[in-house]
């Protein structure tokens, strides 16, 4: 009864870090996956709250104690002046242009909202929008890089 033995045992290394598009797009599908259980919450009449766990110092004793903070994550989606529901995909702040100068996905029926946005979470894990994460990405990576002159 030799377990080891059974097994194939390779020498294979584990990477340090995924590439940048891999991880910029998980990014964009934890933040839909967001949007699915606020969707999904506001179709069934109850509140989605995200629970974050937050370090706080206390003033007094200047100690950090760790605590769990709840918020609503801000949704994506709306209804438009005509009834139709529509979504915009954001990368961080910066919505991303789908098409051309357009960035808003015209839904329809609020009834297909969650369906639309399973939909996108699979179009995004394909990499079918990873020309304009990239482009969204570097974009908000500007803000924190002072040009030097």
């Known amino acids: 009864m030799n377990v080891i033995s059974s097994l194939k045992v390779v020498a294979a290394k584990r990477p340090n870090q ?27 009449g109850r509140e989605y709250l995200k629970t974050r766990r ?3 110092k206390n003033p007094a004793t200047g100690e950090y104690s ?24 954001k ?3 910066k919505a991303l242009e789908i098409a051309k100068g357009k960035s808003a996905i015209e839904i329809g029926d609020a009834k ?3 369906p639309m946005i399973e939909a996108l979470k699979r179009t995004v ?7 304009q994460i990239d482009s969204a990405g570097n974009e908000v990576g500007r803000r924190f ?5």
């Open 18 to 44: 995924q590439p940048q598009i891999v991880r910029r797009r998980n990014k964009l599908i934890n933040a839909l996956h967001d949007q699915l259980q606020l969707g999904t919450a506001e179709a069934e």
């Open 54 to 56: 937050r370090h706080i």
């Open 112 to 114: 297909q909202l969650v």
């Open 125 to 131: 894990a394909a990499g079918e929008l990873d020309a």
């Open 66 to 89: 760790e605590s769990a903070i709840s918020r609503k994550p801000r949704a994506w989606y709306w209804t438009g002046e005509d009834g139709k529901v529509y979504i915009a995909l």
């Open 91 to 93: 990368y961080e702040t």
């Open 145 to 149: 890089f002072r040009k030097i002159k």
